[in-house]
Nanobody, 122 residues
Framework: VQLQACGGGLVQAGGYLRLSCAVS????????MGWFRQAPGKEREFVAA????????YYADSVKGRFTISRDNAKNTVYLQMSSLKPEDTAVYYC????????????????WGQGTQVTVSS
């Protein structure tokens, strides 16, 4: 499975961005997709993800109400719509795919994209 993330950039606080992650190589619908982020000097942290079944979604408390994860199965793509961005949202954002396991932990995810930089200026 190959994941290709894009859509990052530089934005002012209060602005918005939409990240995309294109998935190839395996049946997209077999995997639950998620987004993580990693700021300089910090561990990679959970941002948002789909559940393994029924299309439920999960969000980190820090992004709840501001970020929305969505997917287009026809395009094999998952999105992260980010609004009301804050400087503390600055990080490299990674998309990932998992077949099983906890939605919140990185070790549950089998495949990772290369990351896309999001920088929010104050």
């Amino acid at each position: 499975v190959q994941l290709q993330a894009c859509g990052g950039g530089l934005v002012q606080a209060g602005g918005y961005l939409r990240l995309s992650c294109a998935v190839s190589g395996r049946t997209f619908s077999n995997y639950a997709m998620g987004w993580f982020r990693q700021a300089p000097g910090k561990e990679r942290e959970f941002v948002a993800a789909f559940s393994l079944s029924a299309g439920g979604t999960y969000y980190a408390d820090s992004v709840k109400g501001r970020f929305t994860i969505s997917r287009d199965n026809a395009k094999n793509t998952v999105y992260l719509q980010m609004s009301s961005l804050k400087p503390e949202d600055t990080a490299v954002y990674y998309c990932a795919a998992r077949y099983q396991g906890s939605v919140y932990v990185t070790r549950s995810y089998d495949y990772w994209g290369q990351g896309t930089q999001v920088t929010v200026s104050s």
